[in-house]
Nanobody, 117 residues
Framework: QVQLVESGGGLVQPGGSLRLSCAVSGSFFSINRMAWYRQAPGKERELVARITTSGRTDYVESVKGRFTISGDNAKNTVYLQMNSLKPEDTAVYYC???????????WGQGTQVTVSS
């Protein structure tokens, strides 16, 4: 079992920055990939960024150059640094963990990010 708890969301002006954190507990060693998704009102949930245990990262085109996903194994935490935020980044952001051996997805409860002046 894996438990995920997000934090760091909030209200920020356009052009500002936020750092989201995802604290991982449980069978951390079993995780193969971590990711951040987001879901805006009336839209489907979309993959924002992901990182594998080898450190490989991928980003959706709309956030490339602005967002950075990283992990701290000592703290069992995954981060999403978001810079140059735009109103279209407004969404609930979810942390996700995938365990390949059991083909299981784990999700956090989500954290709201609102970009508005």
């Amino acid at each position: 079992q894996v438990q995920l708890v997000e934090s760091g969301g909030g209200l920020v002006q356009p052009g500002g920055s936020l750092r989201l954190s995802c604290a991982v507990s449980g069978s951390f060693f079993s995780i193969n990939r971590m990711a951040w998704y987001r879901q805006a009102p009336g839209k489907e949930r979309e993959l924002v960024a992901r990182i594998t245990t080898s450190g490989r990262t991928d980003y959706v085109e709309s956030v490339k150059g602005r967002f950075t996903i990283s992990g701290d194994n000592a703290k069992n935490t995954v981060y999403l640094q978001m810079n140059s935020l735009k109103p279209e980044d407004t969404a609930v952001y979810y942390c996700n963990a995938v365990v390949y051996t059991t083909n299981t997805d784990y999700w956090g409860q989500g954290t709201q990010v609102t970009v508005s002046s």
